[in-house]
Structures are given as C-alpha cells and as structure tokens.
C-alpha cells in the first residue's frame, strides 16, 4: 500500500495575522513495507507531515494519496483511512481512557464496527506483538508503569491492524531497556508482518539502526530523501539544519580525516567496531 | 480546527490606550458603563459614540474587531428591542389612520423610543468592554483588578488568591486546548468519530477525549503547586511584583477626558 504525496501545501490559521506556512511543496512516494526514518530539528513541520498522511489534517493545496485514495477527496471514507494508516502519536500513553487495558485496546476495532470475536482476535494478537502479558489485561490503564502504558498504547493503535504505522518518538522519556525493547519489538513487526513503518525521532542512532531511508525536514521543506548512508555522508549540511549524525559515524569520519584510512560510511557502533578492528588487524596493530 | 478559537481578544499592538494602566482603564470602563445606564436623550449617545469613536482610533484597533464583540449578543440586542417596541404602553402610532395593534401587540411612540434607547445602550456597553478587553492583556487585567480589590483584603476578600486563580485559569487554556486537540486527534486516528451520529452518541463520543484531559489537568495542577512551592511561594502576603503597575501622565489624561465626558452626559441630560 504505498502512500504518495504530490506538491503538499499546508498554512496554519490562513487569513489571520497569525498565519504560518507549515508546509511548503512537499512531494515523496513512500512504498511497501519501507521504513522511513523521519528527522528535522522541533518546528520543522515532521508532525504536521505525519497528521495528513492519515488525513487528520487537509492539504491546502497538492495532495496525499493513501492507497489509491485522495484523502481531500469528500466521498472518501476517513475510517478506512485511518484503519490503513496508524499514528502513535508522541506520549501517545495520554490517550488512555478506558477502565480496562483491554477495553482501551478494543477502542479502535470497536470504531470499526467489527464483531466481538475478531475484536478479542486483535487485542490478544497485539499485546502479544508489544509484549503485554494477559494479566494486564483487566488491569485499569492508569494503574501501569510509564512503559506499560505505552505498550497498551501502541497495542491500541496496531489493533487497528493498519498496514502503515507512523510513530512520533516512541521512545521518548523511556529508560533504556524499555526505549530498546520498543523499538526492537517495532523492527521485528516491520520484518515479520511487511508492515511499514514511518519513524519520527531525534536519536540518529535509532533512526540508523532501523530505517532504511531517511527523510530530513527543514523549515517545512523536505531537504533530503534518500538511503541511509547517503544521508549521513552529508553531515556538515544536516549541521546546518540542526541536526547530527551518529556518533559512530562521526568517529569513522574523524578517523578518515585524520588520514586513516577507515571506511566513513559507517552509522552504527557495531559496523564502526567491526571496521576499526579490520584497520588495526591490517596495519598489524592486532 | 482548535486552534481557530482566540482566546480572550486581546490585540497586541501598541497604542496610547494599549499602554494605559489597567486599573485606570478598568475603572474608566465602568464608569463608561455607568453612564451609559444615566443617559436619558438620545443627545447623549451621540456623545457616548463619539467618545467610543475617539477611544477605538487612538487604539489603533480597527472598528471591524470593536464590532464584532456583539455579534453574540445580537440576539439579546433585537429580542429586548422586539420586547421595548410591541409592549410599552404609551400612545399608538397611527400609519394612515390604521393604529399599529395587535391583541396585546402595539407599537407605540414610547415603546419606540425605548428600544431604541435600549439596543443602544447594548452597543455601546459591548463596544465599551471590548475596549478595554482588546487593549489590556489577560494578565495585565488581572493585576489591575487584584490590586483595585486589594483594598478589601482588609475584610476578608482574598484578592491576591482569586487573581493568581484567575491568571493560572487564563495561561492553562492554550495549553487546553492544544492538548484537546491532539486528544482529539489521537482518538480520531483510532476511528473515533465526533461528527456524526444523535446527541448521545455524540456525548459518548466525548468521554475518550474528556477523561484523558481531566487526568491531565489533575496532573498539571499537582505540578504546578509543586513547582510554586519549590520556589516558596506563600501567597499574597509580603508578596512584591517584578514590574509595578505606575499611574503616569497619560492616565490622569485619560481620567480627565472621562470627567469631561460625564460633564457633557450630564449636560445634557439637563438642558436636551
């Protein structure tokens, strides 16, 4: 199911003196079972982006096309976009409201009018995948960790079972093994069940870890869409905009710089160990 | 779509009145207000819109936002009319010797009268506020009306505690508002839909927005006095402010052009 958007135009409060220009002529195709690392400085229109591609917000002017389906277009039925286009939104842990971690899961399934039975289907399914035990399940939401609500979060928006997820940092004001074990268990969905995946975040390290294309945004343009190492290579310009690159890519070119001679297309700590040991094992230092 | 909705009025430019001092225009507006409720002619609100006029030009605020404050009240505006006109008693007006009666409808001279004077009156007291609204920053308002009702504190009027209530209410409703929004839109991305459906649906449809909310609310507030506790807040008492409010030049000038402006309402309602 790709999702393409032609010339997207979006202006905040138009007409008024408080007028803003969110977004300006942004056009990209993404395809099927991608995973799309999404990065900008705060402002720099990521979350306005992600709001059309599910149609909570309207174009105000090109257009963004989910499956086939304009989402300016009246006729088009909003709910089917939205089962197909999921969005944990940032802290999405503040959208609980239901009485049961189960119930608040079945919210979404609910919506879609589905019976009983493939409801529980979804919910068991998906607190499988985010790793919620069962026990949780008659548990109030609001009785959980910080992590947990996330996971019933996240469960809710997937029992949607919608074919794109779009997350606006997941992990964000996690601790570390819960930021790992959410991401990871994201990748794992992304590579068992074809799901694509559009990730917001401001860690690099994570974004290089498991996109495999990058877009940047700078002032509500899309300055860069491209591969991983593509991005990176271009470091001094993502400087520029606010941005970094991976700290082990910032060693392997450092390293490079310093007449080394080291491969600098390297973004993540286990490729630049790997590339460091290769140097020294050649230059016979180990 | 929340976003749209402007919270207060307040128009921030720069003007002479934009710059006055809130109590000084706090008190000028109500005896505005006053004034309006003594005028007996309609002499008098040729000087009332004349002064309304001098008040919005020298607030560099266009007519087009002064006006607009009645639009809410326009119905409240043409029922007192209607009422004024068909139900005061007086001397019916003949149009072609047909006298304008209806049962206990009747248009009357007095009752023609009244409603003018009524709607009138309406207006300008909407146009008056607005004013003083459109040119005074929520906060400003705030202070100006804790320090007018300091002096009651003497009898047991918390003055400090309901303003600082006040100005918290104020700064929290963006903040409201944006967080609905995106509540809104959460549960939008999970198929919830607010538009469609009876009124009990639709005030079903509500609860996933209003329960993460309240459950916000109670969290910010409870951070909230954490963190003015932290910075040993006590309440009002021995309190001092960053910026004082100063009553200067331009203040008494003002108070001056509302003294002149009573003496020609009263003027008038003795000789016109």
Excluded at chain 1, 183 to 206: A, F, P, Q
Excluded at chain 1, 221 to 232: A, G, H, P, S, W
Excluded at chain 2, 111 to 132: D, K, N, P, Q
Excluded at chain 2, 254 to 265: Q, R
């Amino acid at each position: 199911m790709p999702i393409e958007v032609k010339n997207l135009n979006h202006i905040y409060s138009k007409g008024s003196p408080f007028e803003k220009t969110a977004l300006s002529d942004i056009s990209f195709k993404i395809n099927d079972g991608e995973f799309v690392g999404l990065i900008g400085h705060t402002g720099s229109g990521k979350s306005t982006l992600i709001q059309h591609l599910n149609g909570l917000l309207k174009p105000d002017g090109g257009s963004v096309i989910v499956d086939g389906l304009d989402i300016s277009d009246k006729t088009v039925n909003m709910r089917e976009i939205r089962s197909k286009v999921g969005i944990v939104f940032q802290y999405p842990e503040y959208q609980l409201f239901e009485e049961t971690v189960y119930k608040d899961i079945a919210y979404g399934p609910k919506n879609l009018g589905l019976d009983e039975k493939e409801i529980d289907a979804r919910v068991r399914h998906v607190a499988e995948v985010v790793g919620l035990d069962e026990k949780y399940f008659e548990k109030s939401p609001f009785e959980l960790s910080g992590g947990q609500k996330r996971r019933v979060a996240i469960a809710g928006v997937l029992a949607m079972n919608p074919k794109m997820l779009i997350l606006d940092e997941p992990a964000a004001g996690l601790d570390p093994v819960g930021r790992d074990e959410i991401l990871n268990r994201i990748k794992l969905l992304h590579e068992t069940e074809g799901l694509t995946v559009v990730l917001v975040s401001h860690s690099m390290e994570d974004i290089a870890r498991l996109a495999e294309r990058i877009m940047v945004m700078c002032d509500g343009e899309l300055k860069m869409f491209d591969t991983v190492e593509n991005i990176f290579s271009r470091s001094a310009e993502l400087s520029s905009m606010g941005l970094n690159v991976p700290q082990a890519c910032l060693v392997m070119q450092g390293l490079k710089k310093n007449g080394i001679a080291v491969d600098d297309k390297i973004y993540t700590v286990e490729k630049a160990c790997k590339e460091i040991l290769r140097y020294l094992g050649e230059v016979g230092k180990c | 779509m929340l976003k749209d909705i402007t919270l207060g009025q307040y128009f921030p430019i720069e003007s002479p009145v934009h710059s006055m001092d809130p109590r000084i225009k706090i008190i000028i507006t109500l005896v505005f207000i006053i004034a309006i409720f003594f005028i007996k002619s309609l002499w008098g609100f040729v000087a009332v819109a004349l002064y309304v006029i001098f008040a919005v030009k020298l607030s560099r605020v266009s007519f087009k936002l002064v006006l607009k404050g009645i639009r809410p009240i326009l119905f409240l505006i043409i029922f007192t009319a209607l009422i004024n006109l068909f139900m005061t008693n007086g001397e019916i007006v003949n149009i072609g010797g047909v006298p304008l009666k209806a049962g206990f409808l009747k248009i009357t001279k007095e009752g023609f009268y009244s409603a003018t004077v009524m709607s009138l009156r309406l207006v300008f007291l909407v146009m008056g506020t607005s004013i003083l609204t459109l040119t005074t920053s929520p906060i400003l308002l705030t202070d100006g009306v804790e320090k007018l009702l300091s002096p009651f504190s003497k009898i047991g009027l918390p003055a400090h505690e309901l303003a600082m209530m006040m100005t918290i209410a104020l700064r929290f409703i963006p903040t409201l508002l944006e967080e609905t929004d995106k509540i809104m839109k959460a549960q939008m991305a999970r198929g919830a839909d607010f538009e469609s459906g009876n009124i009990i649906n639709r005030a079903k449809a509500l609860i996933p927005i209003l329960v993460p909310l309240f459950i916000s609310s109670f969290r910010r507030a409870d951070e909230l006095a954490v963190a003015m506790e932290c910075r040993c807040y006590r309440g009002g008492k021995g309190r001092t402010r960053l910026n004082e409010l100063k009553i200067g030049t331009r203040d008494w000038i003002a108070c001056l052009s509302m003294l002149t402006f009573m003496a020609v309402i009263v003027l008038i309602n003795m000789y016109l």
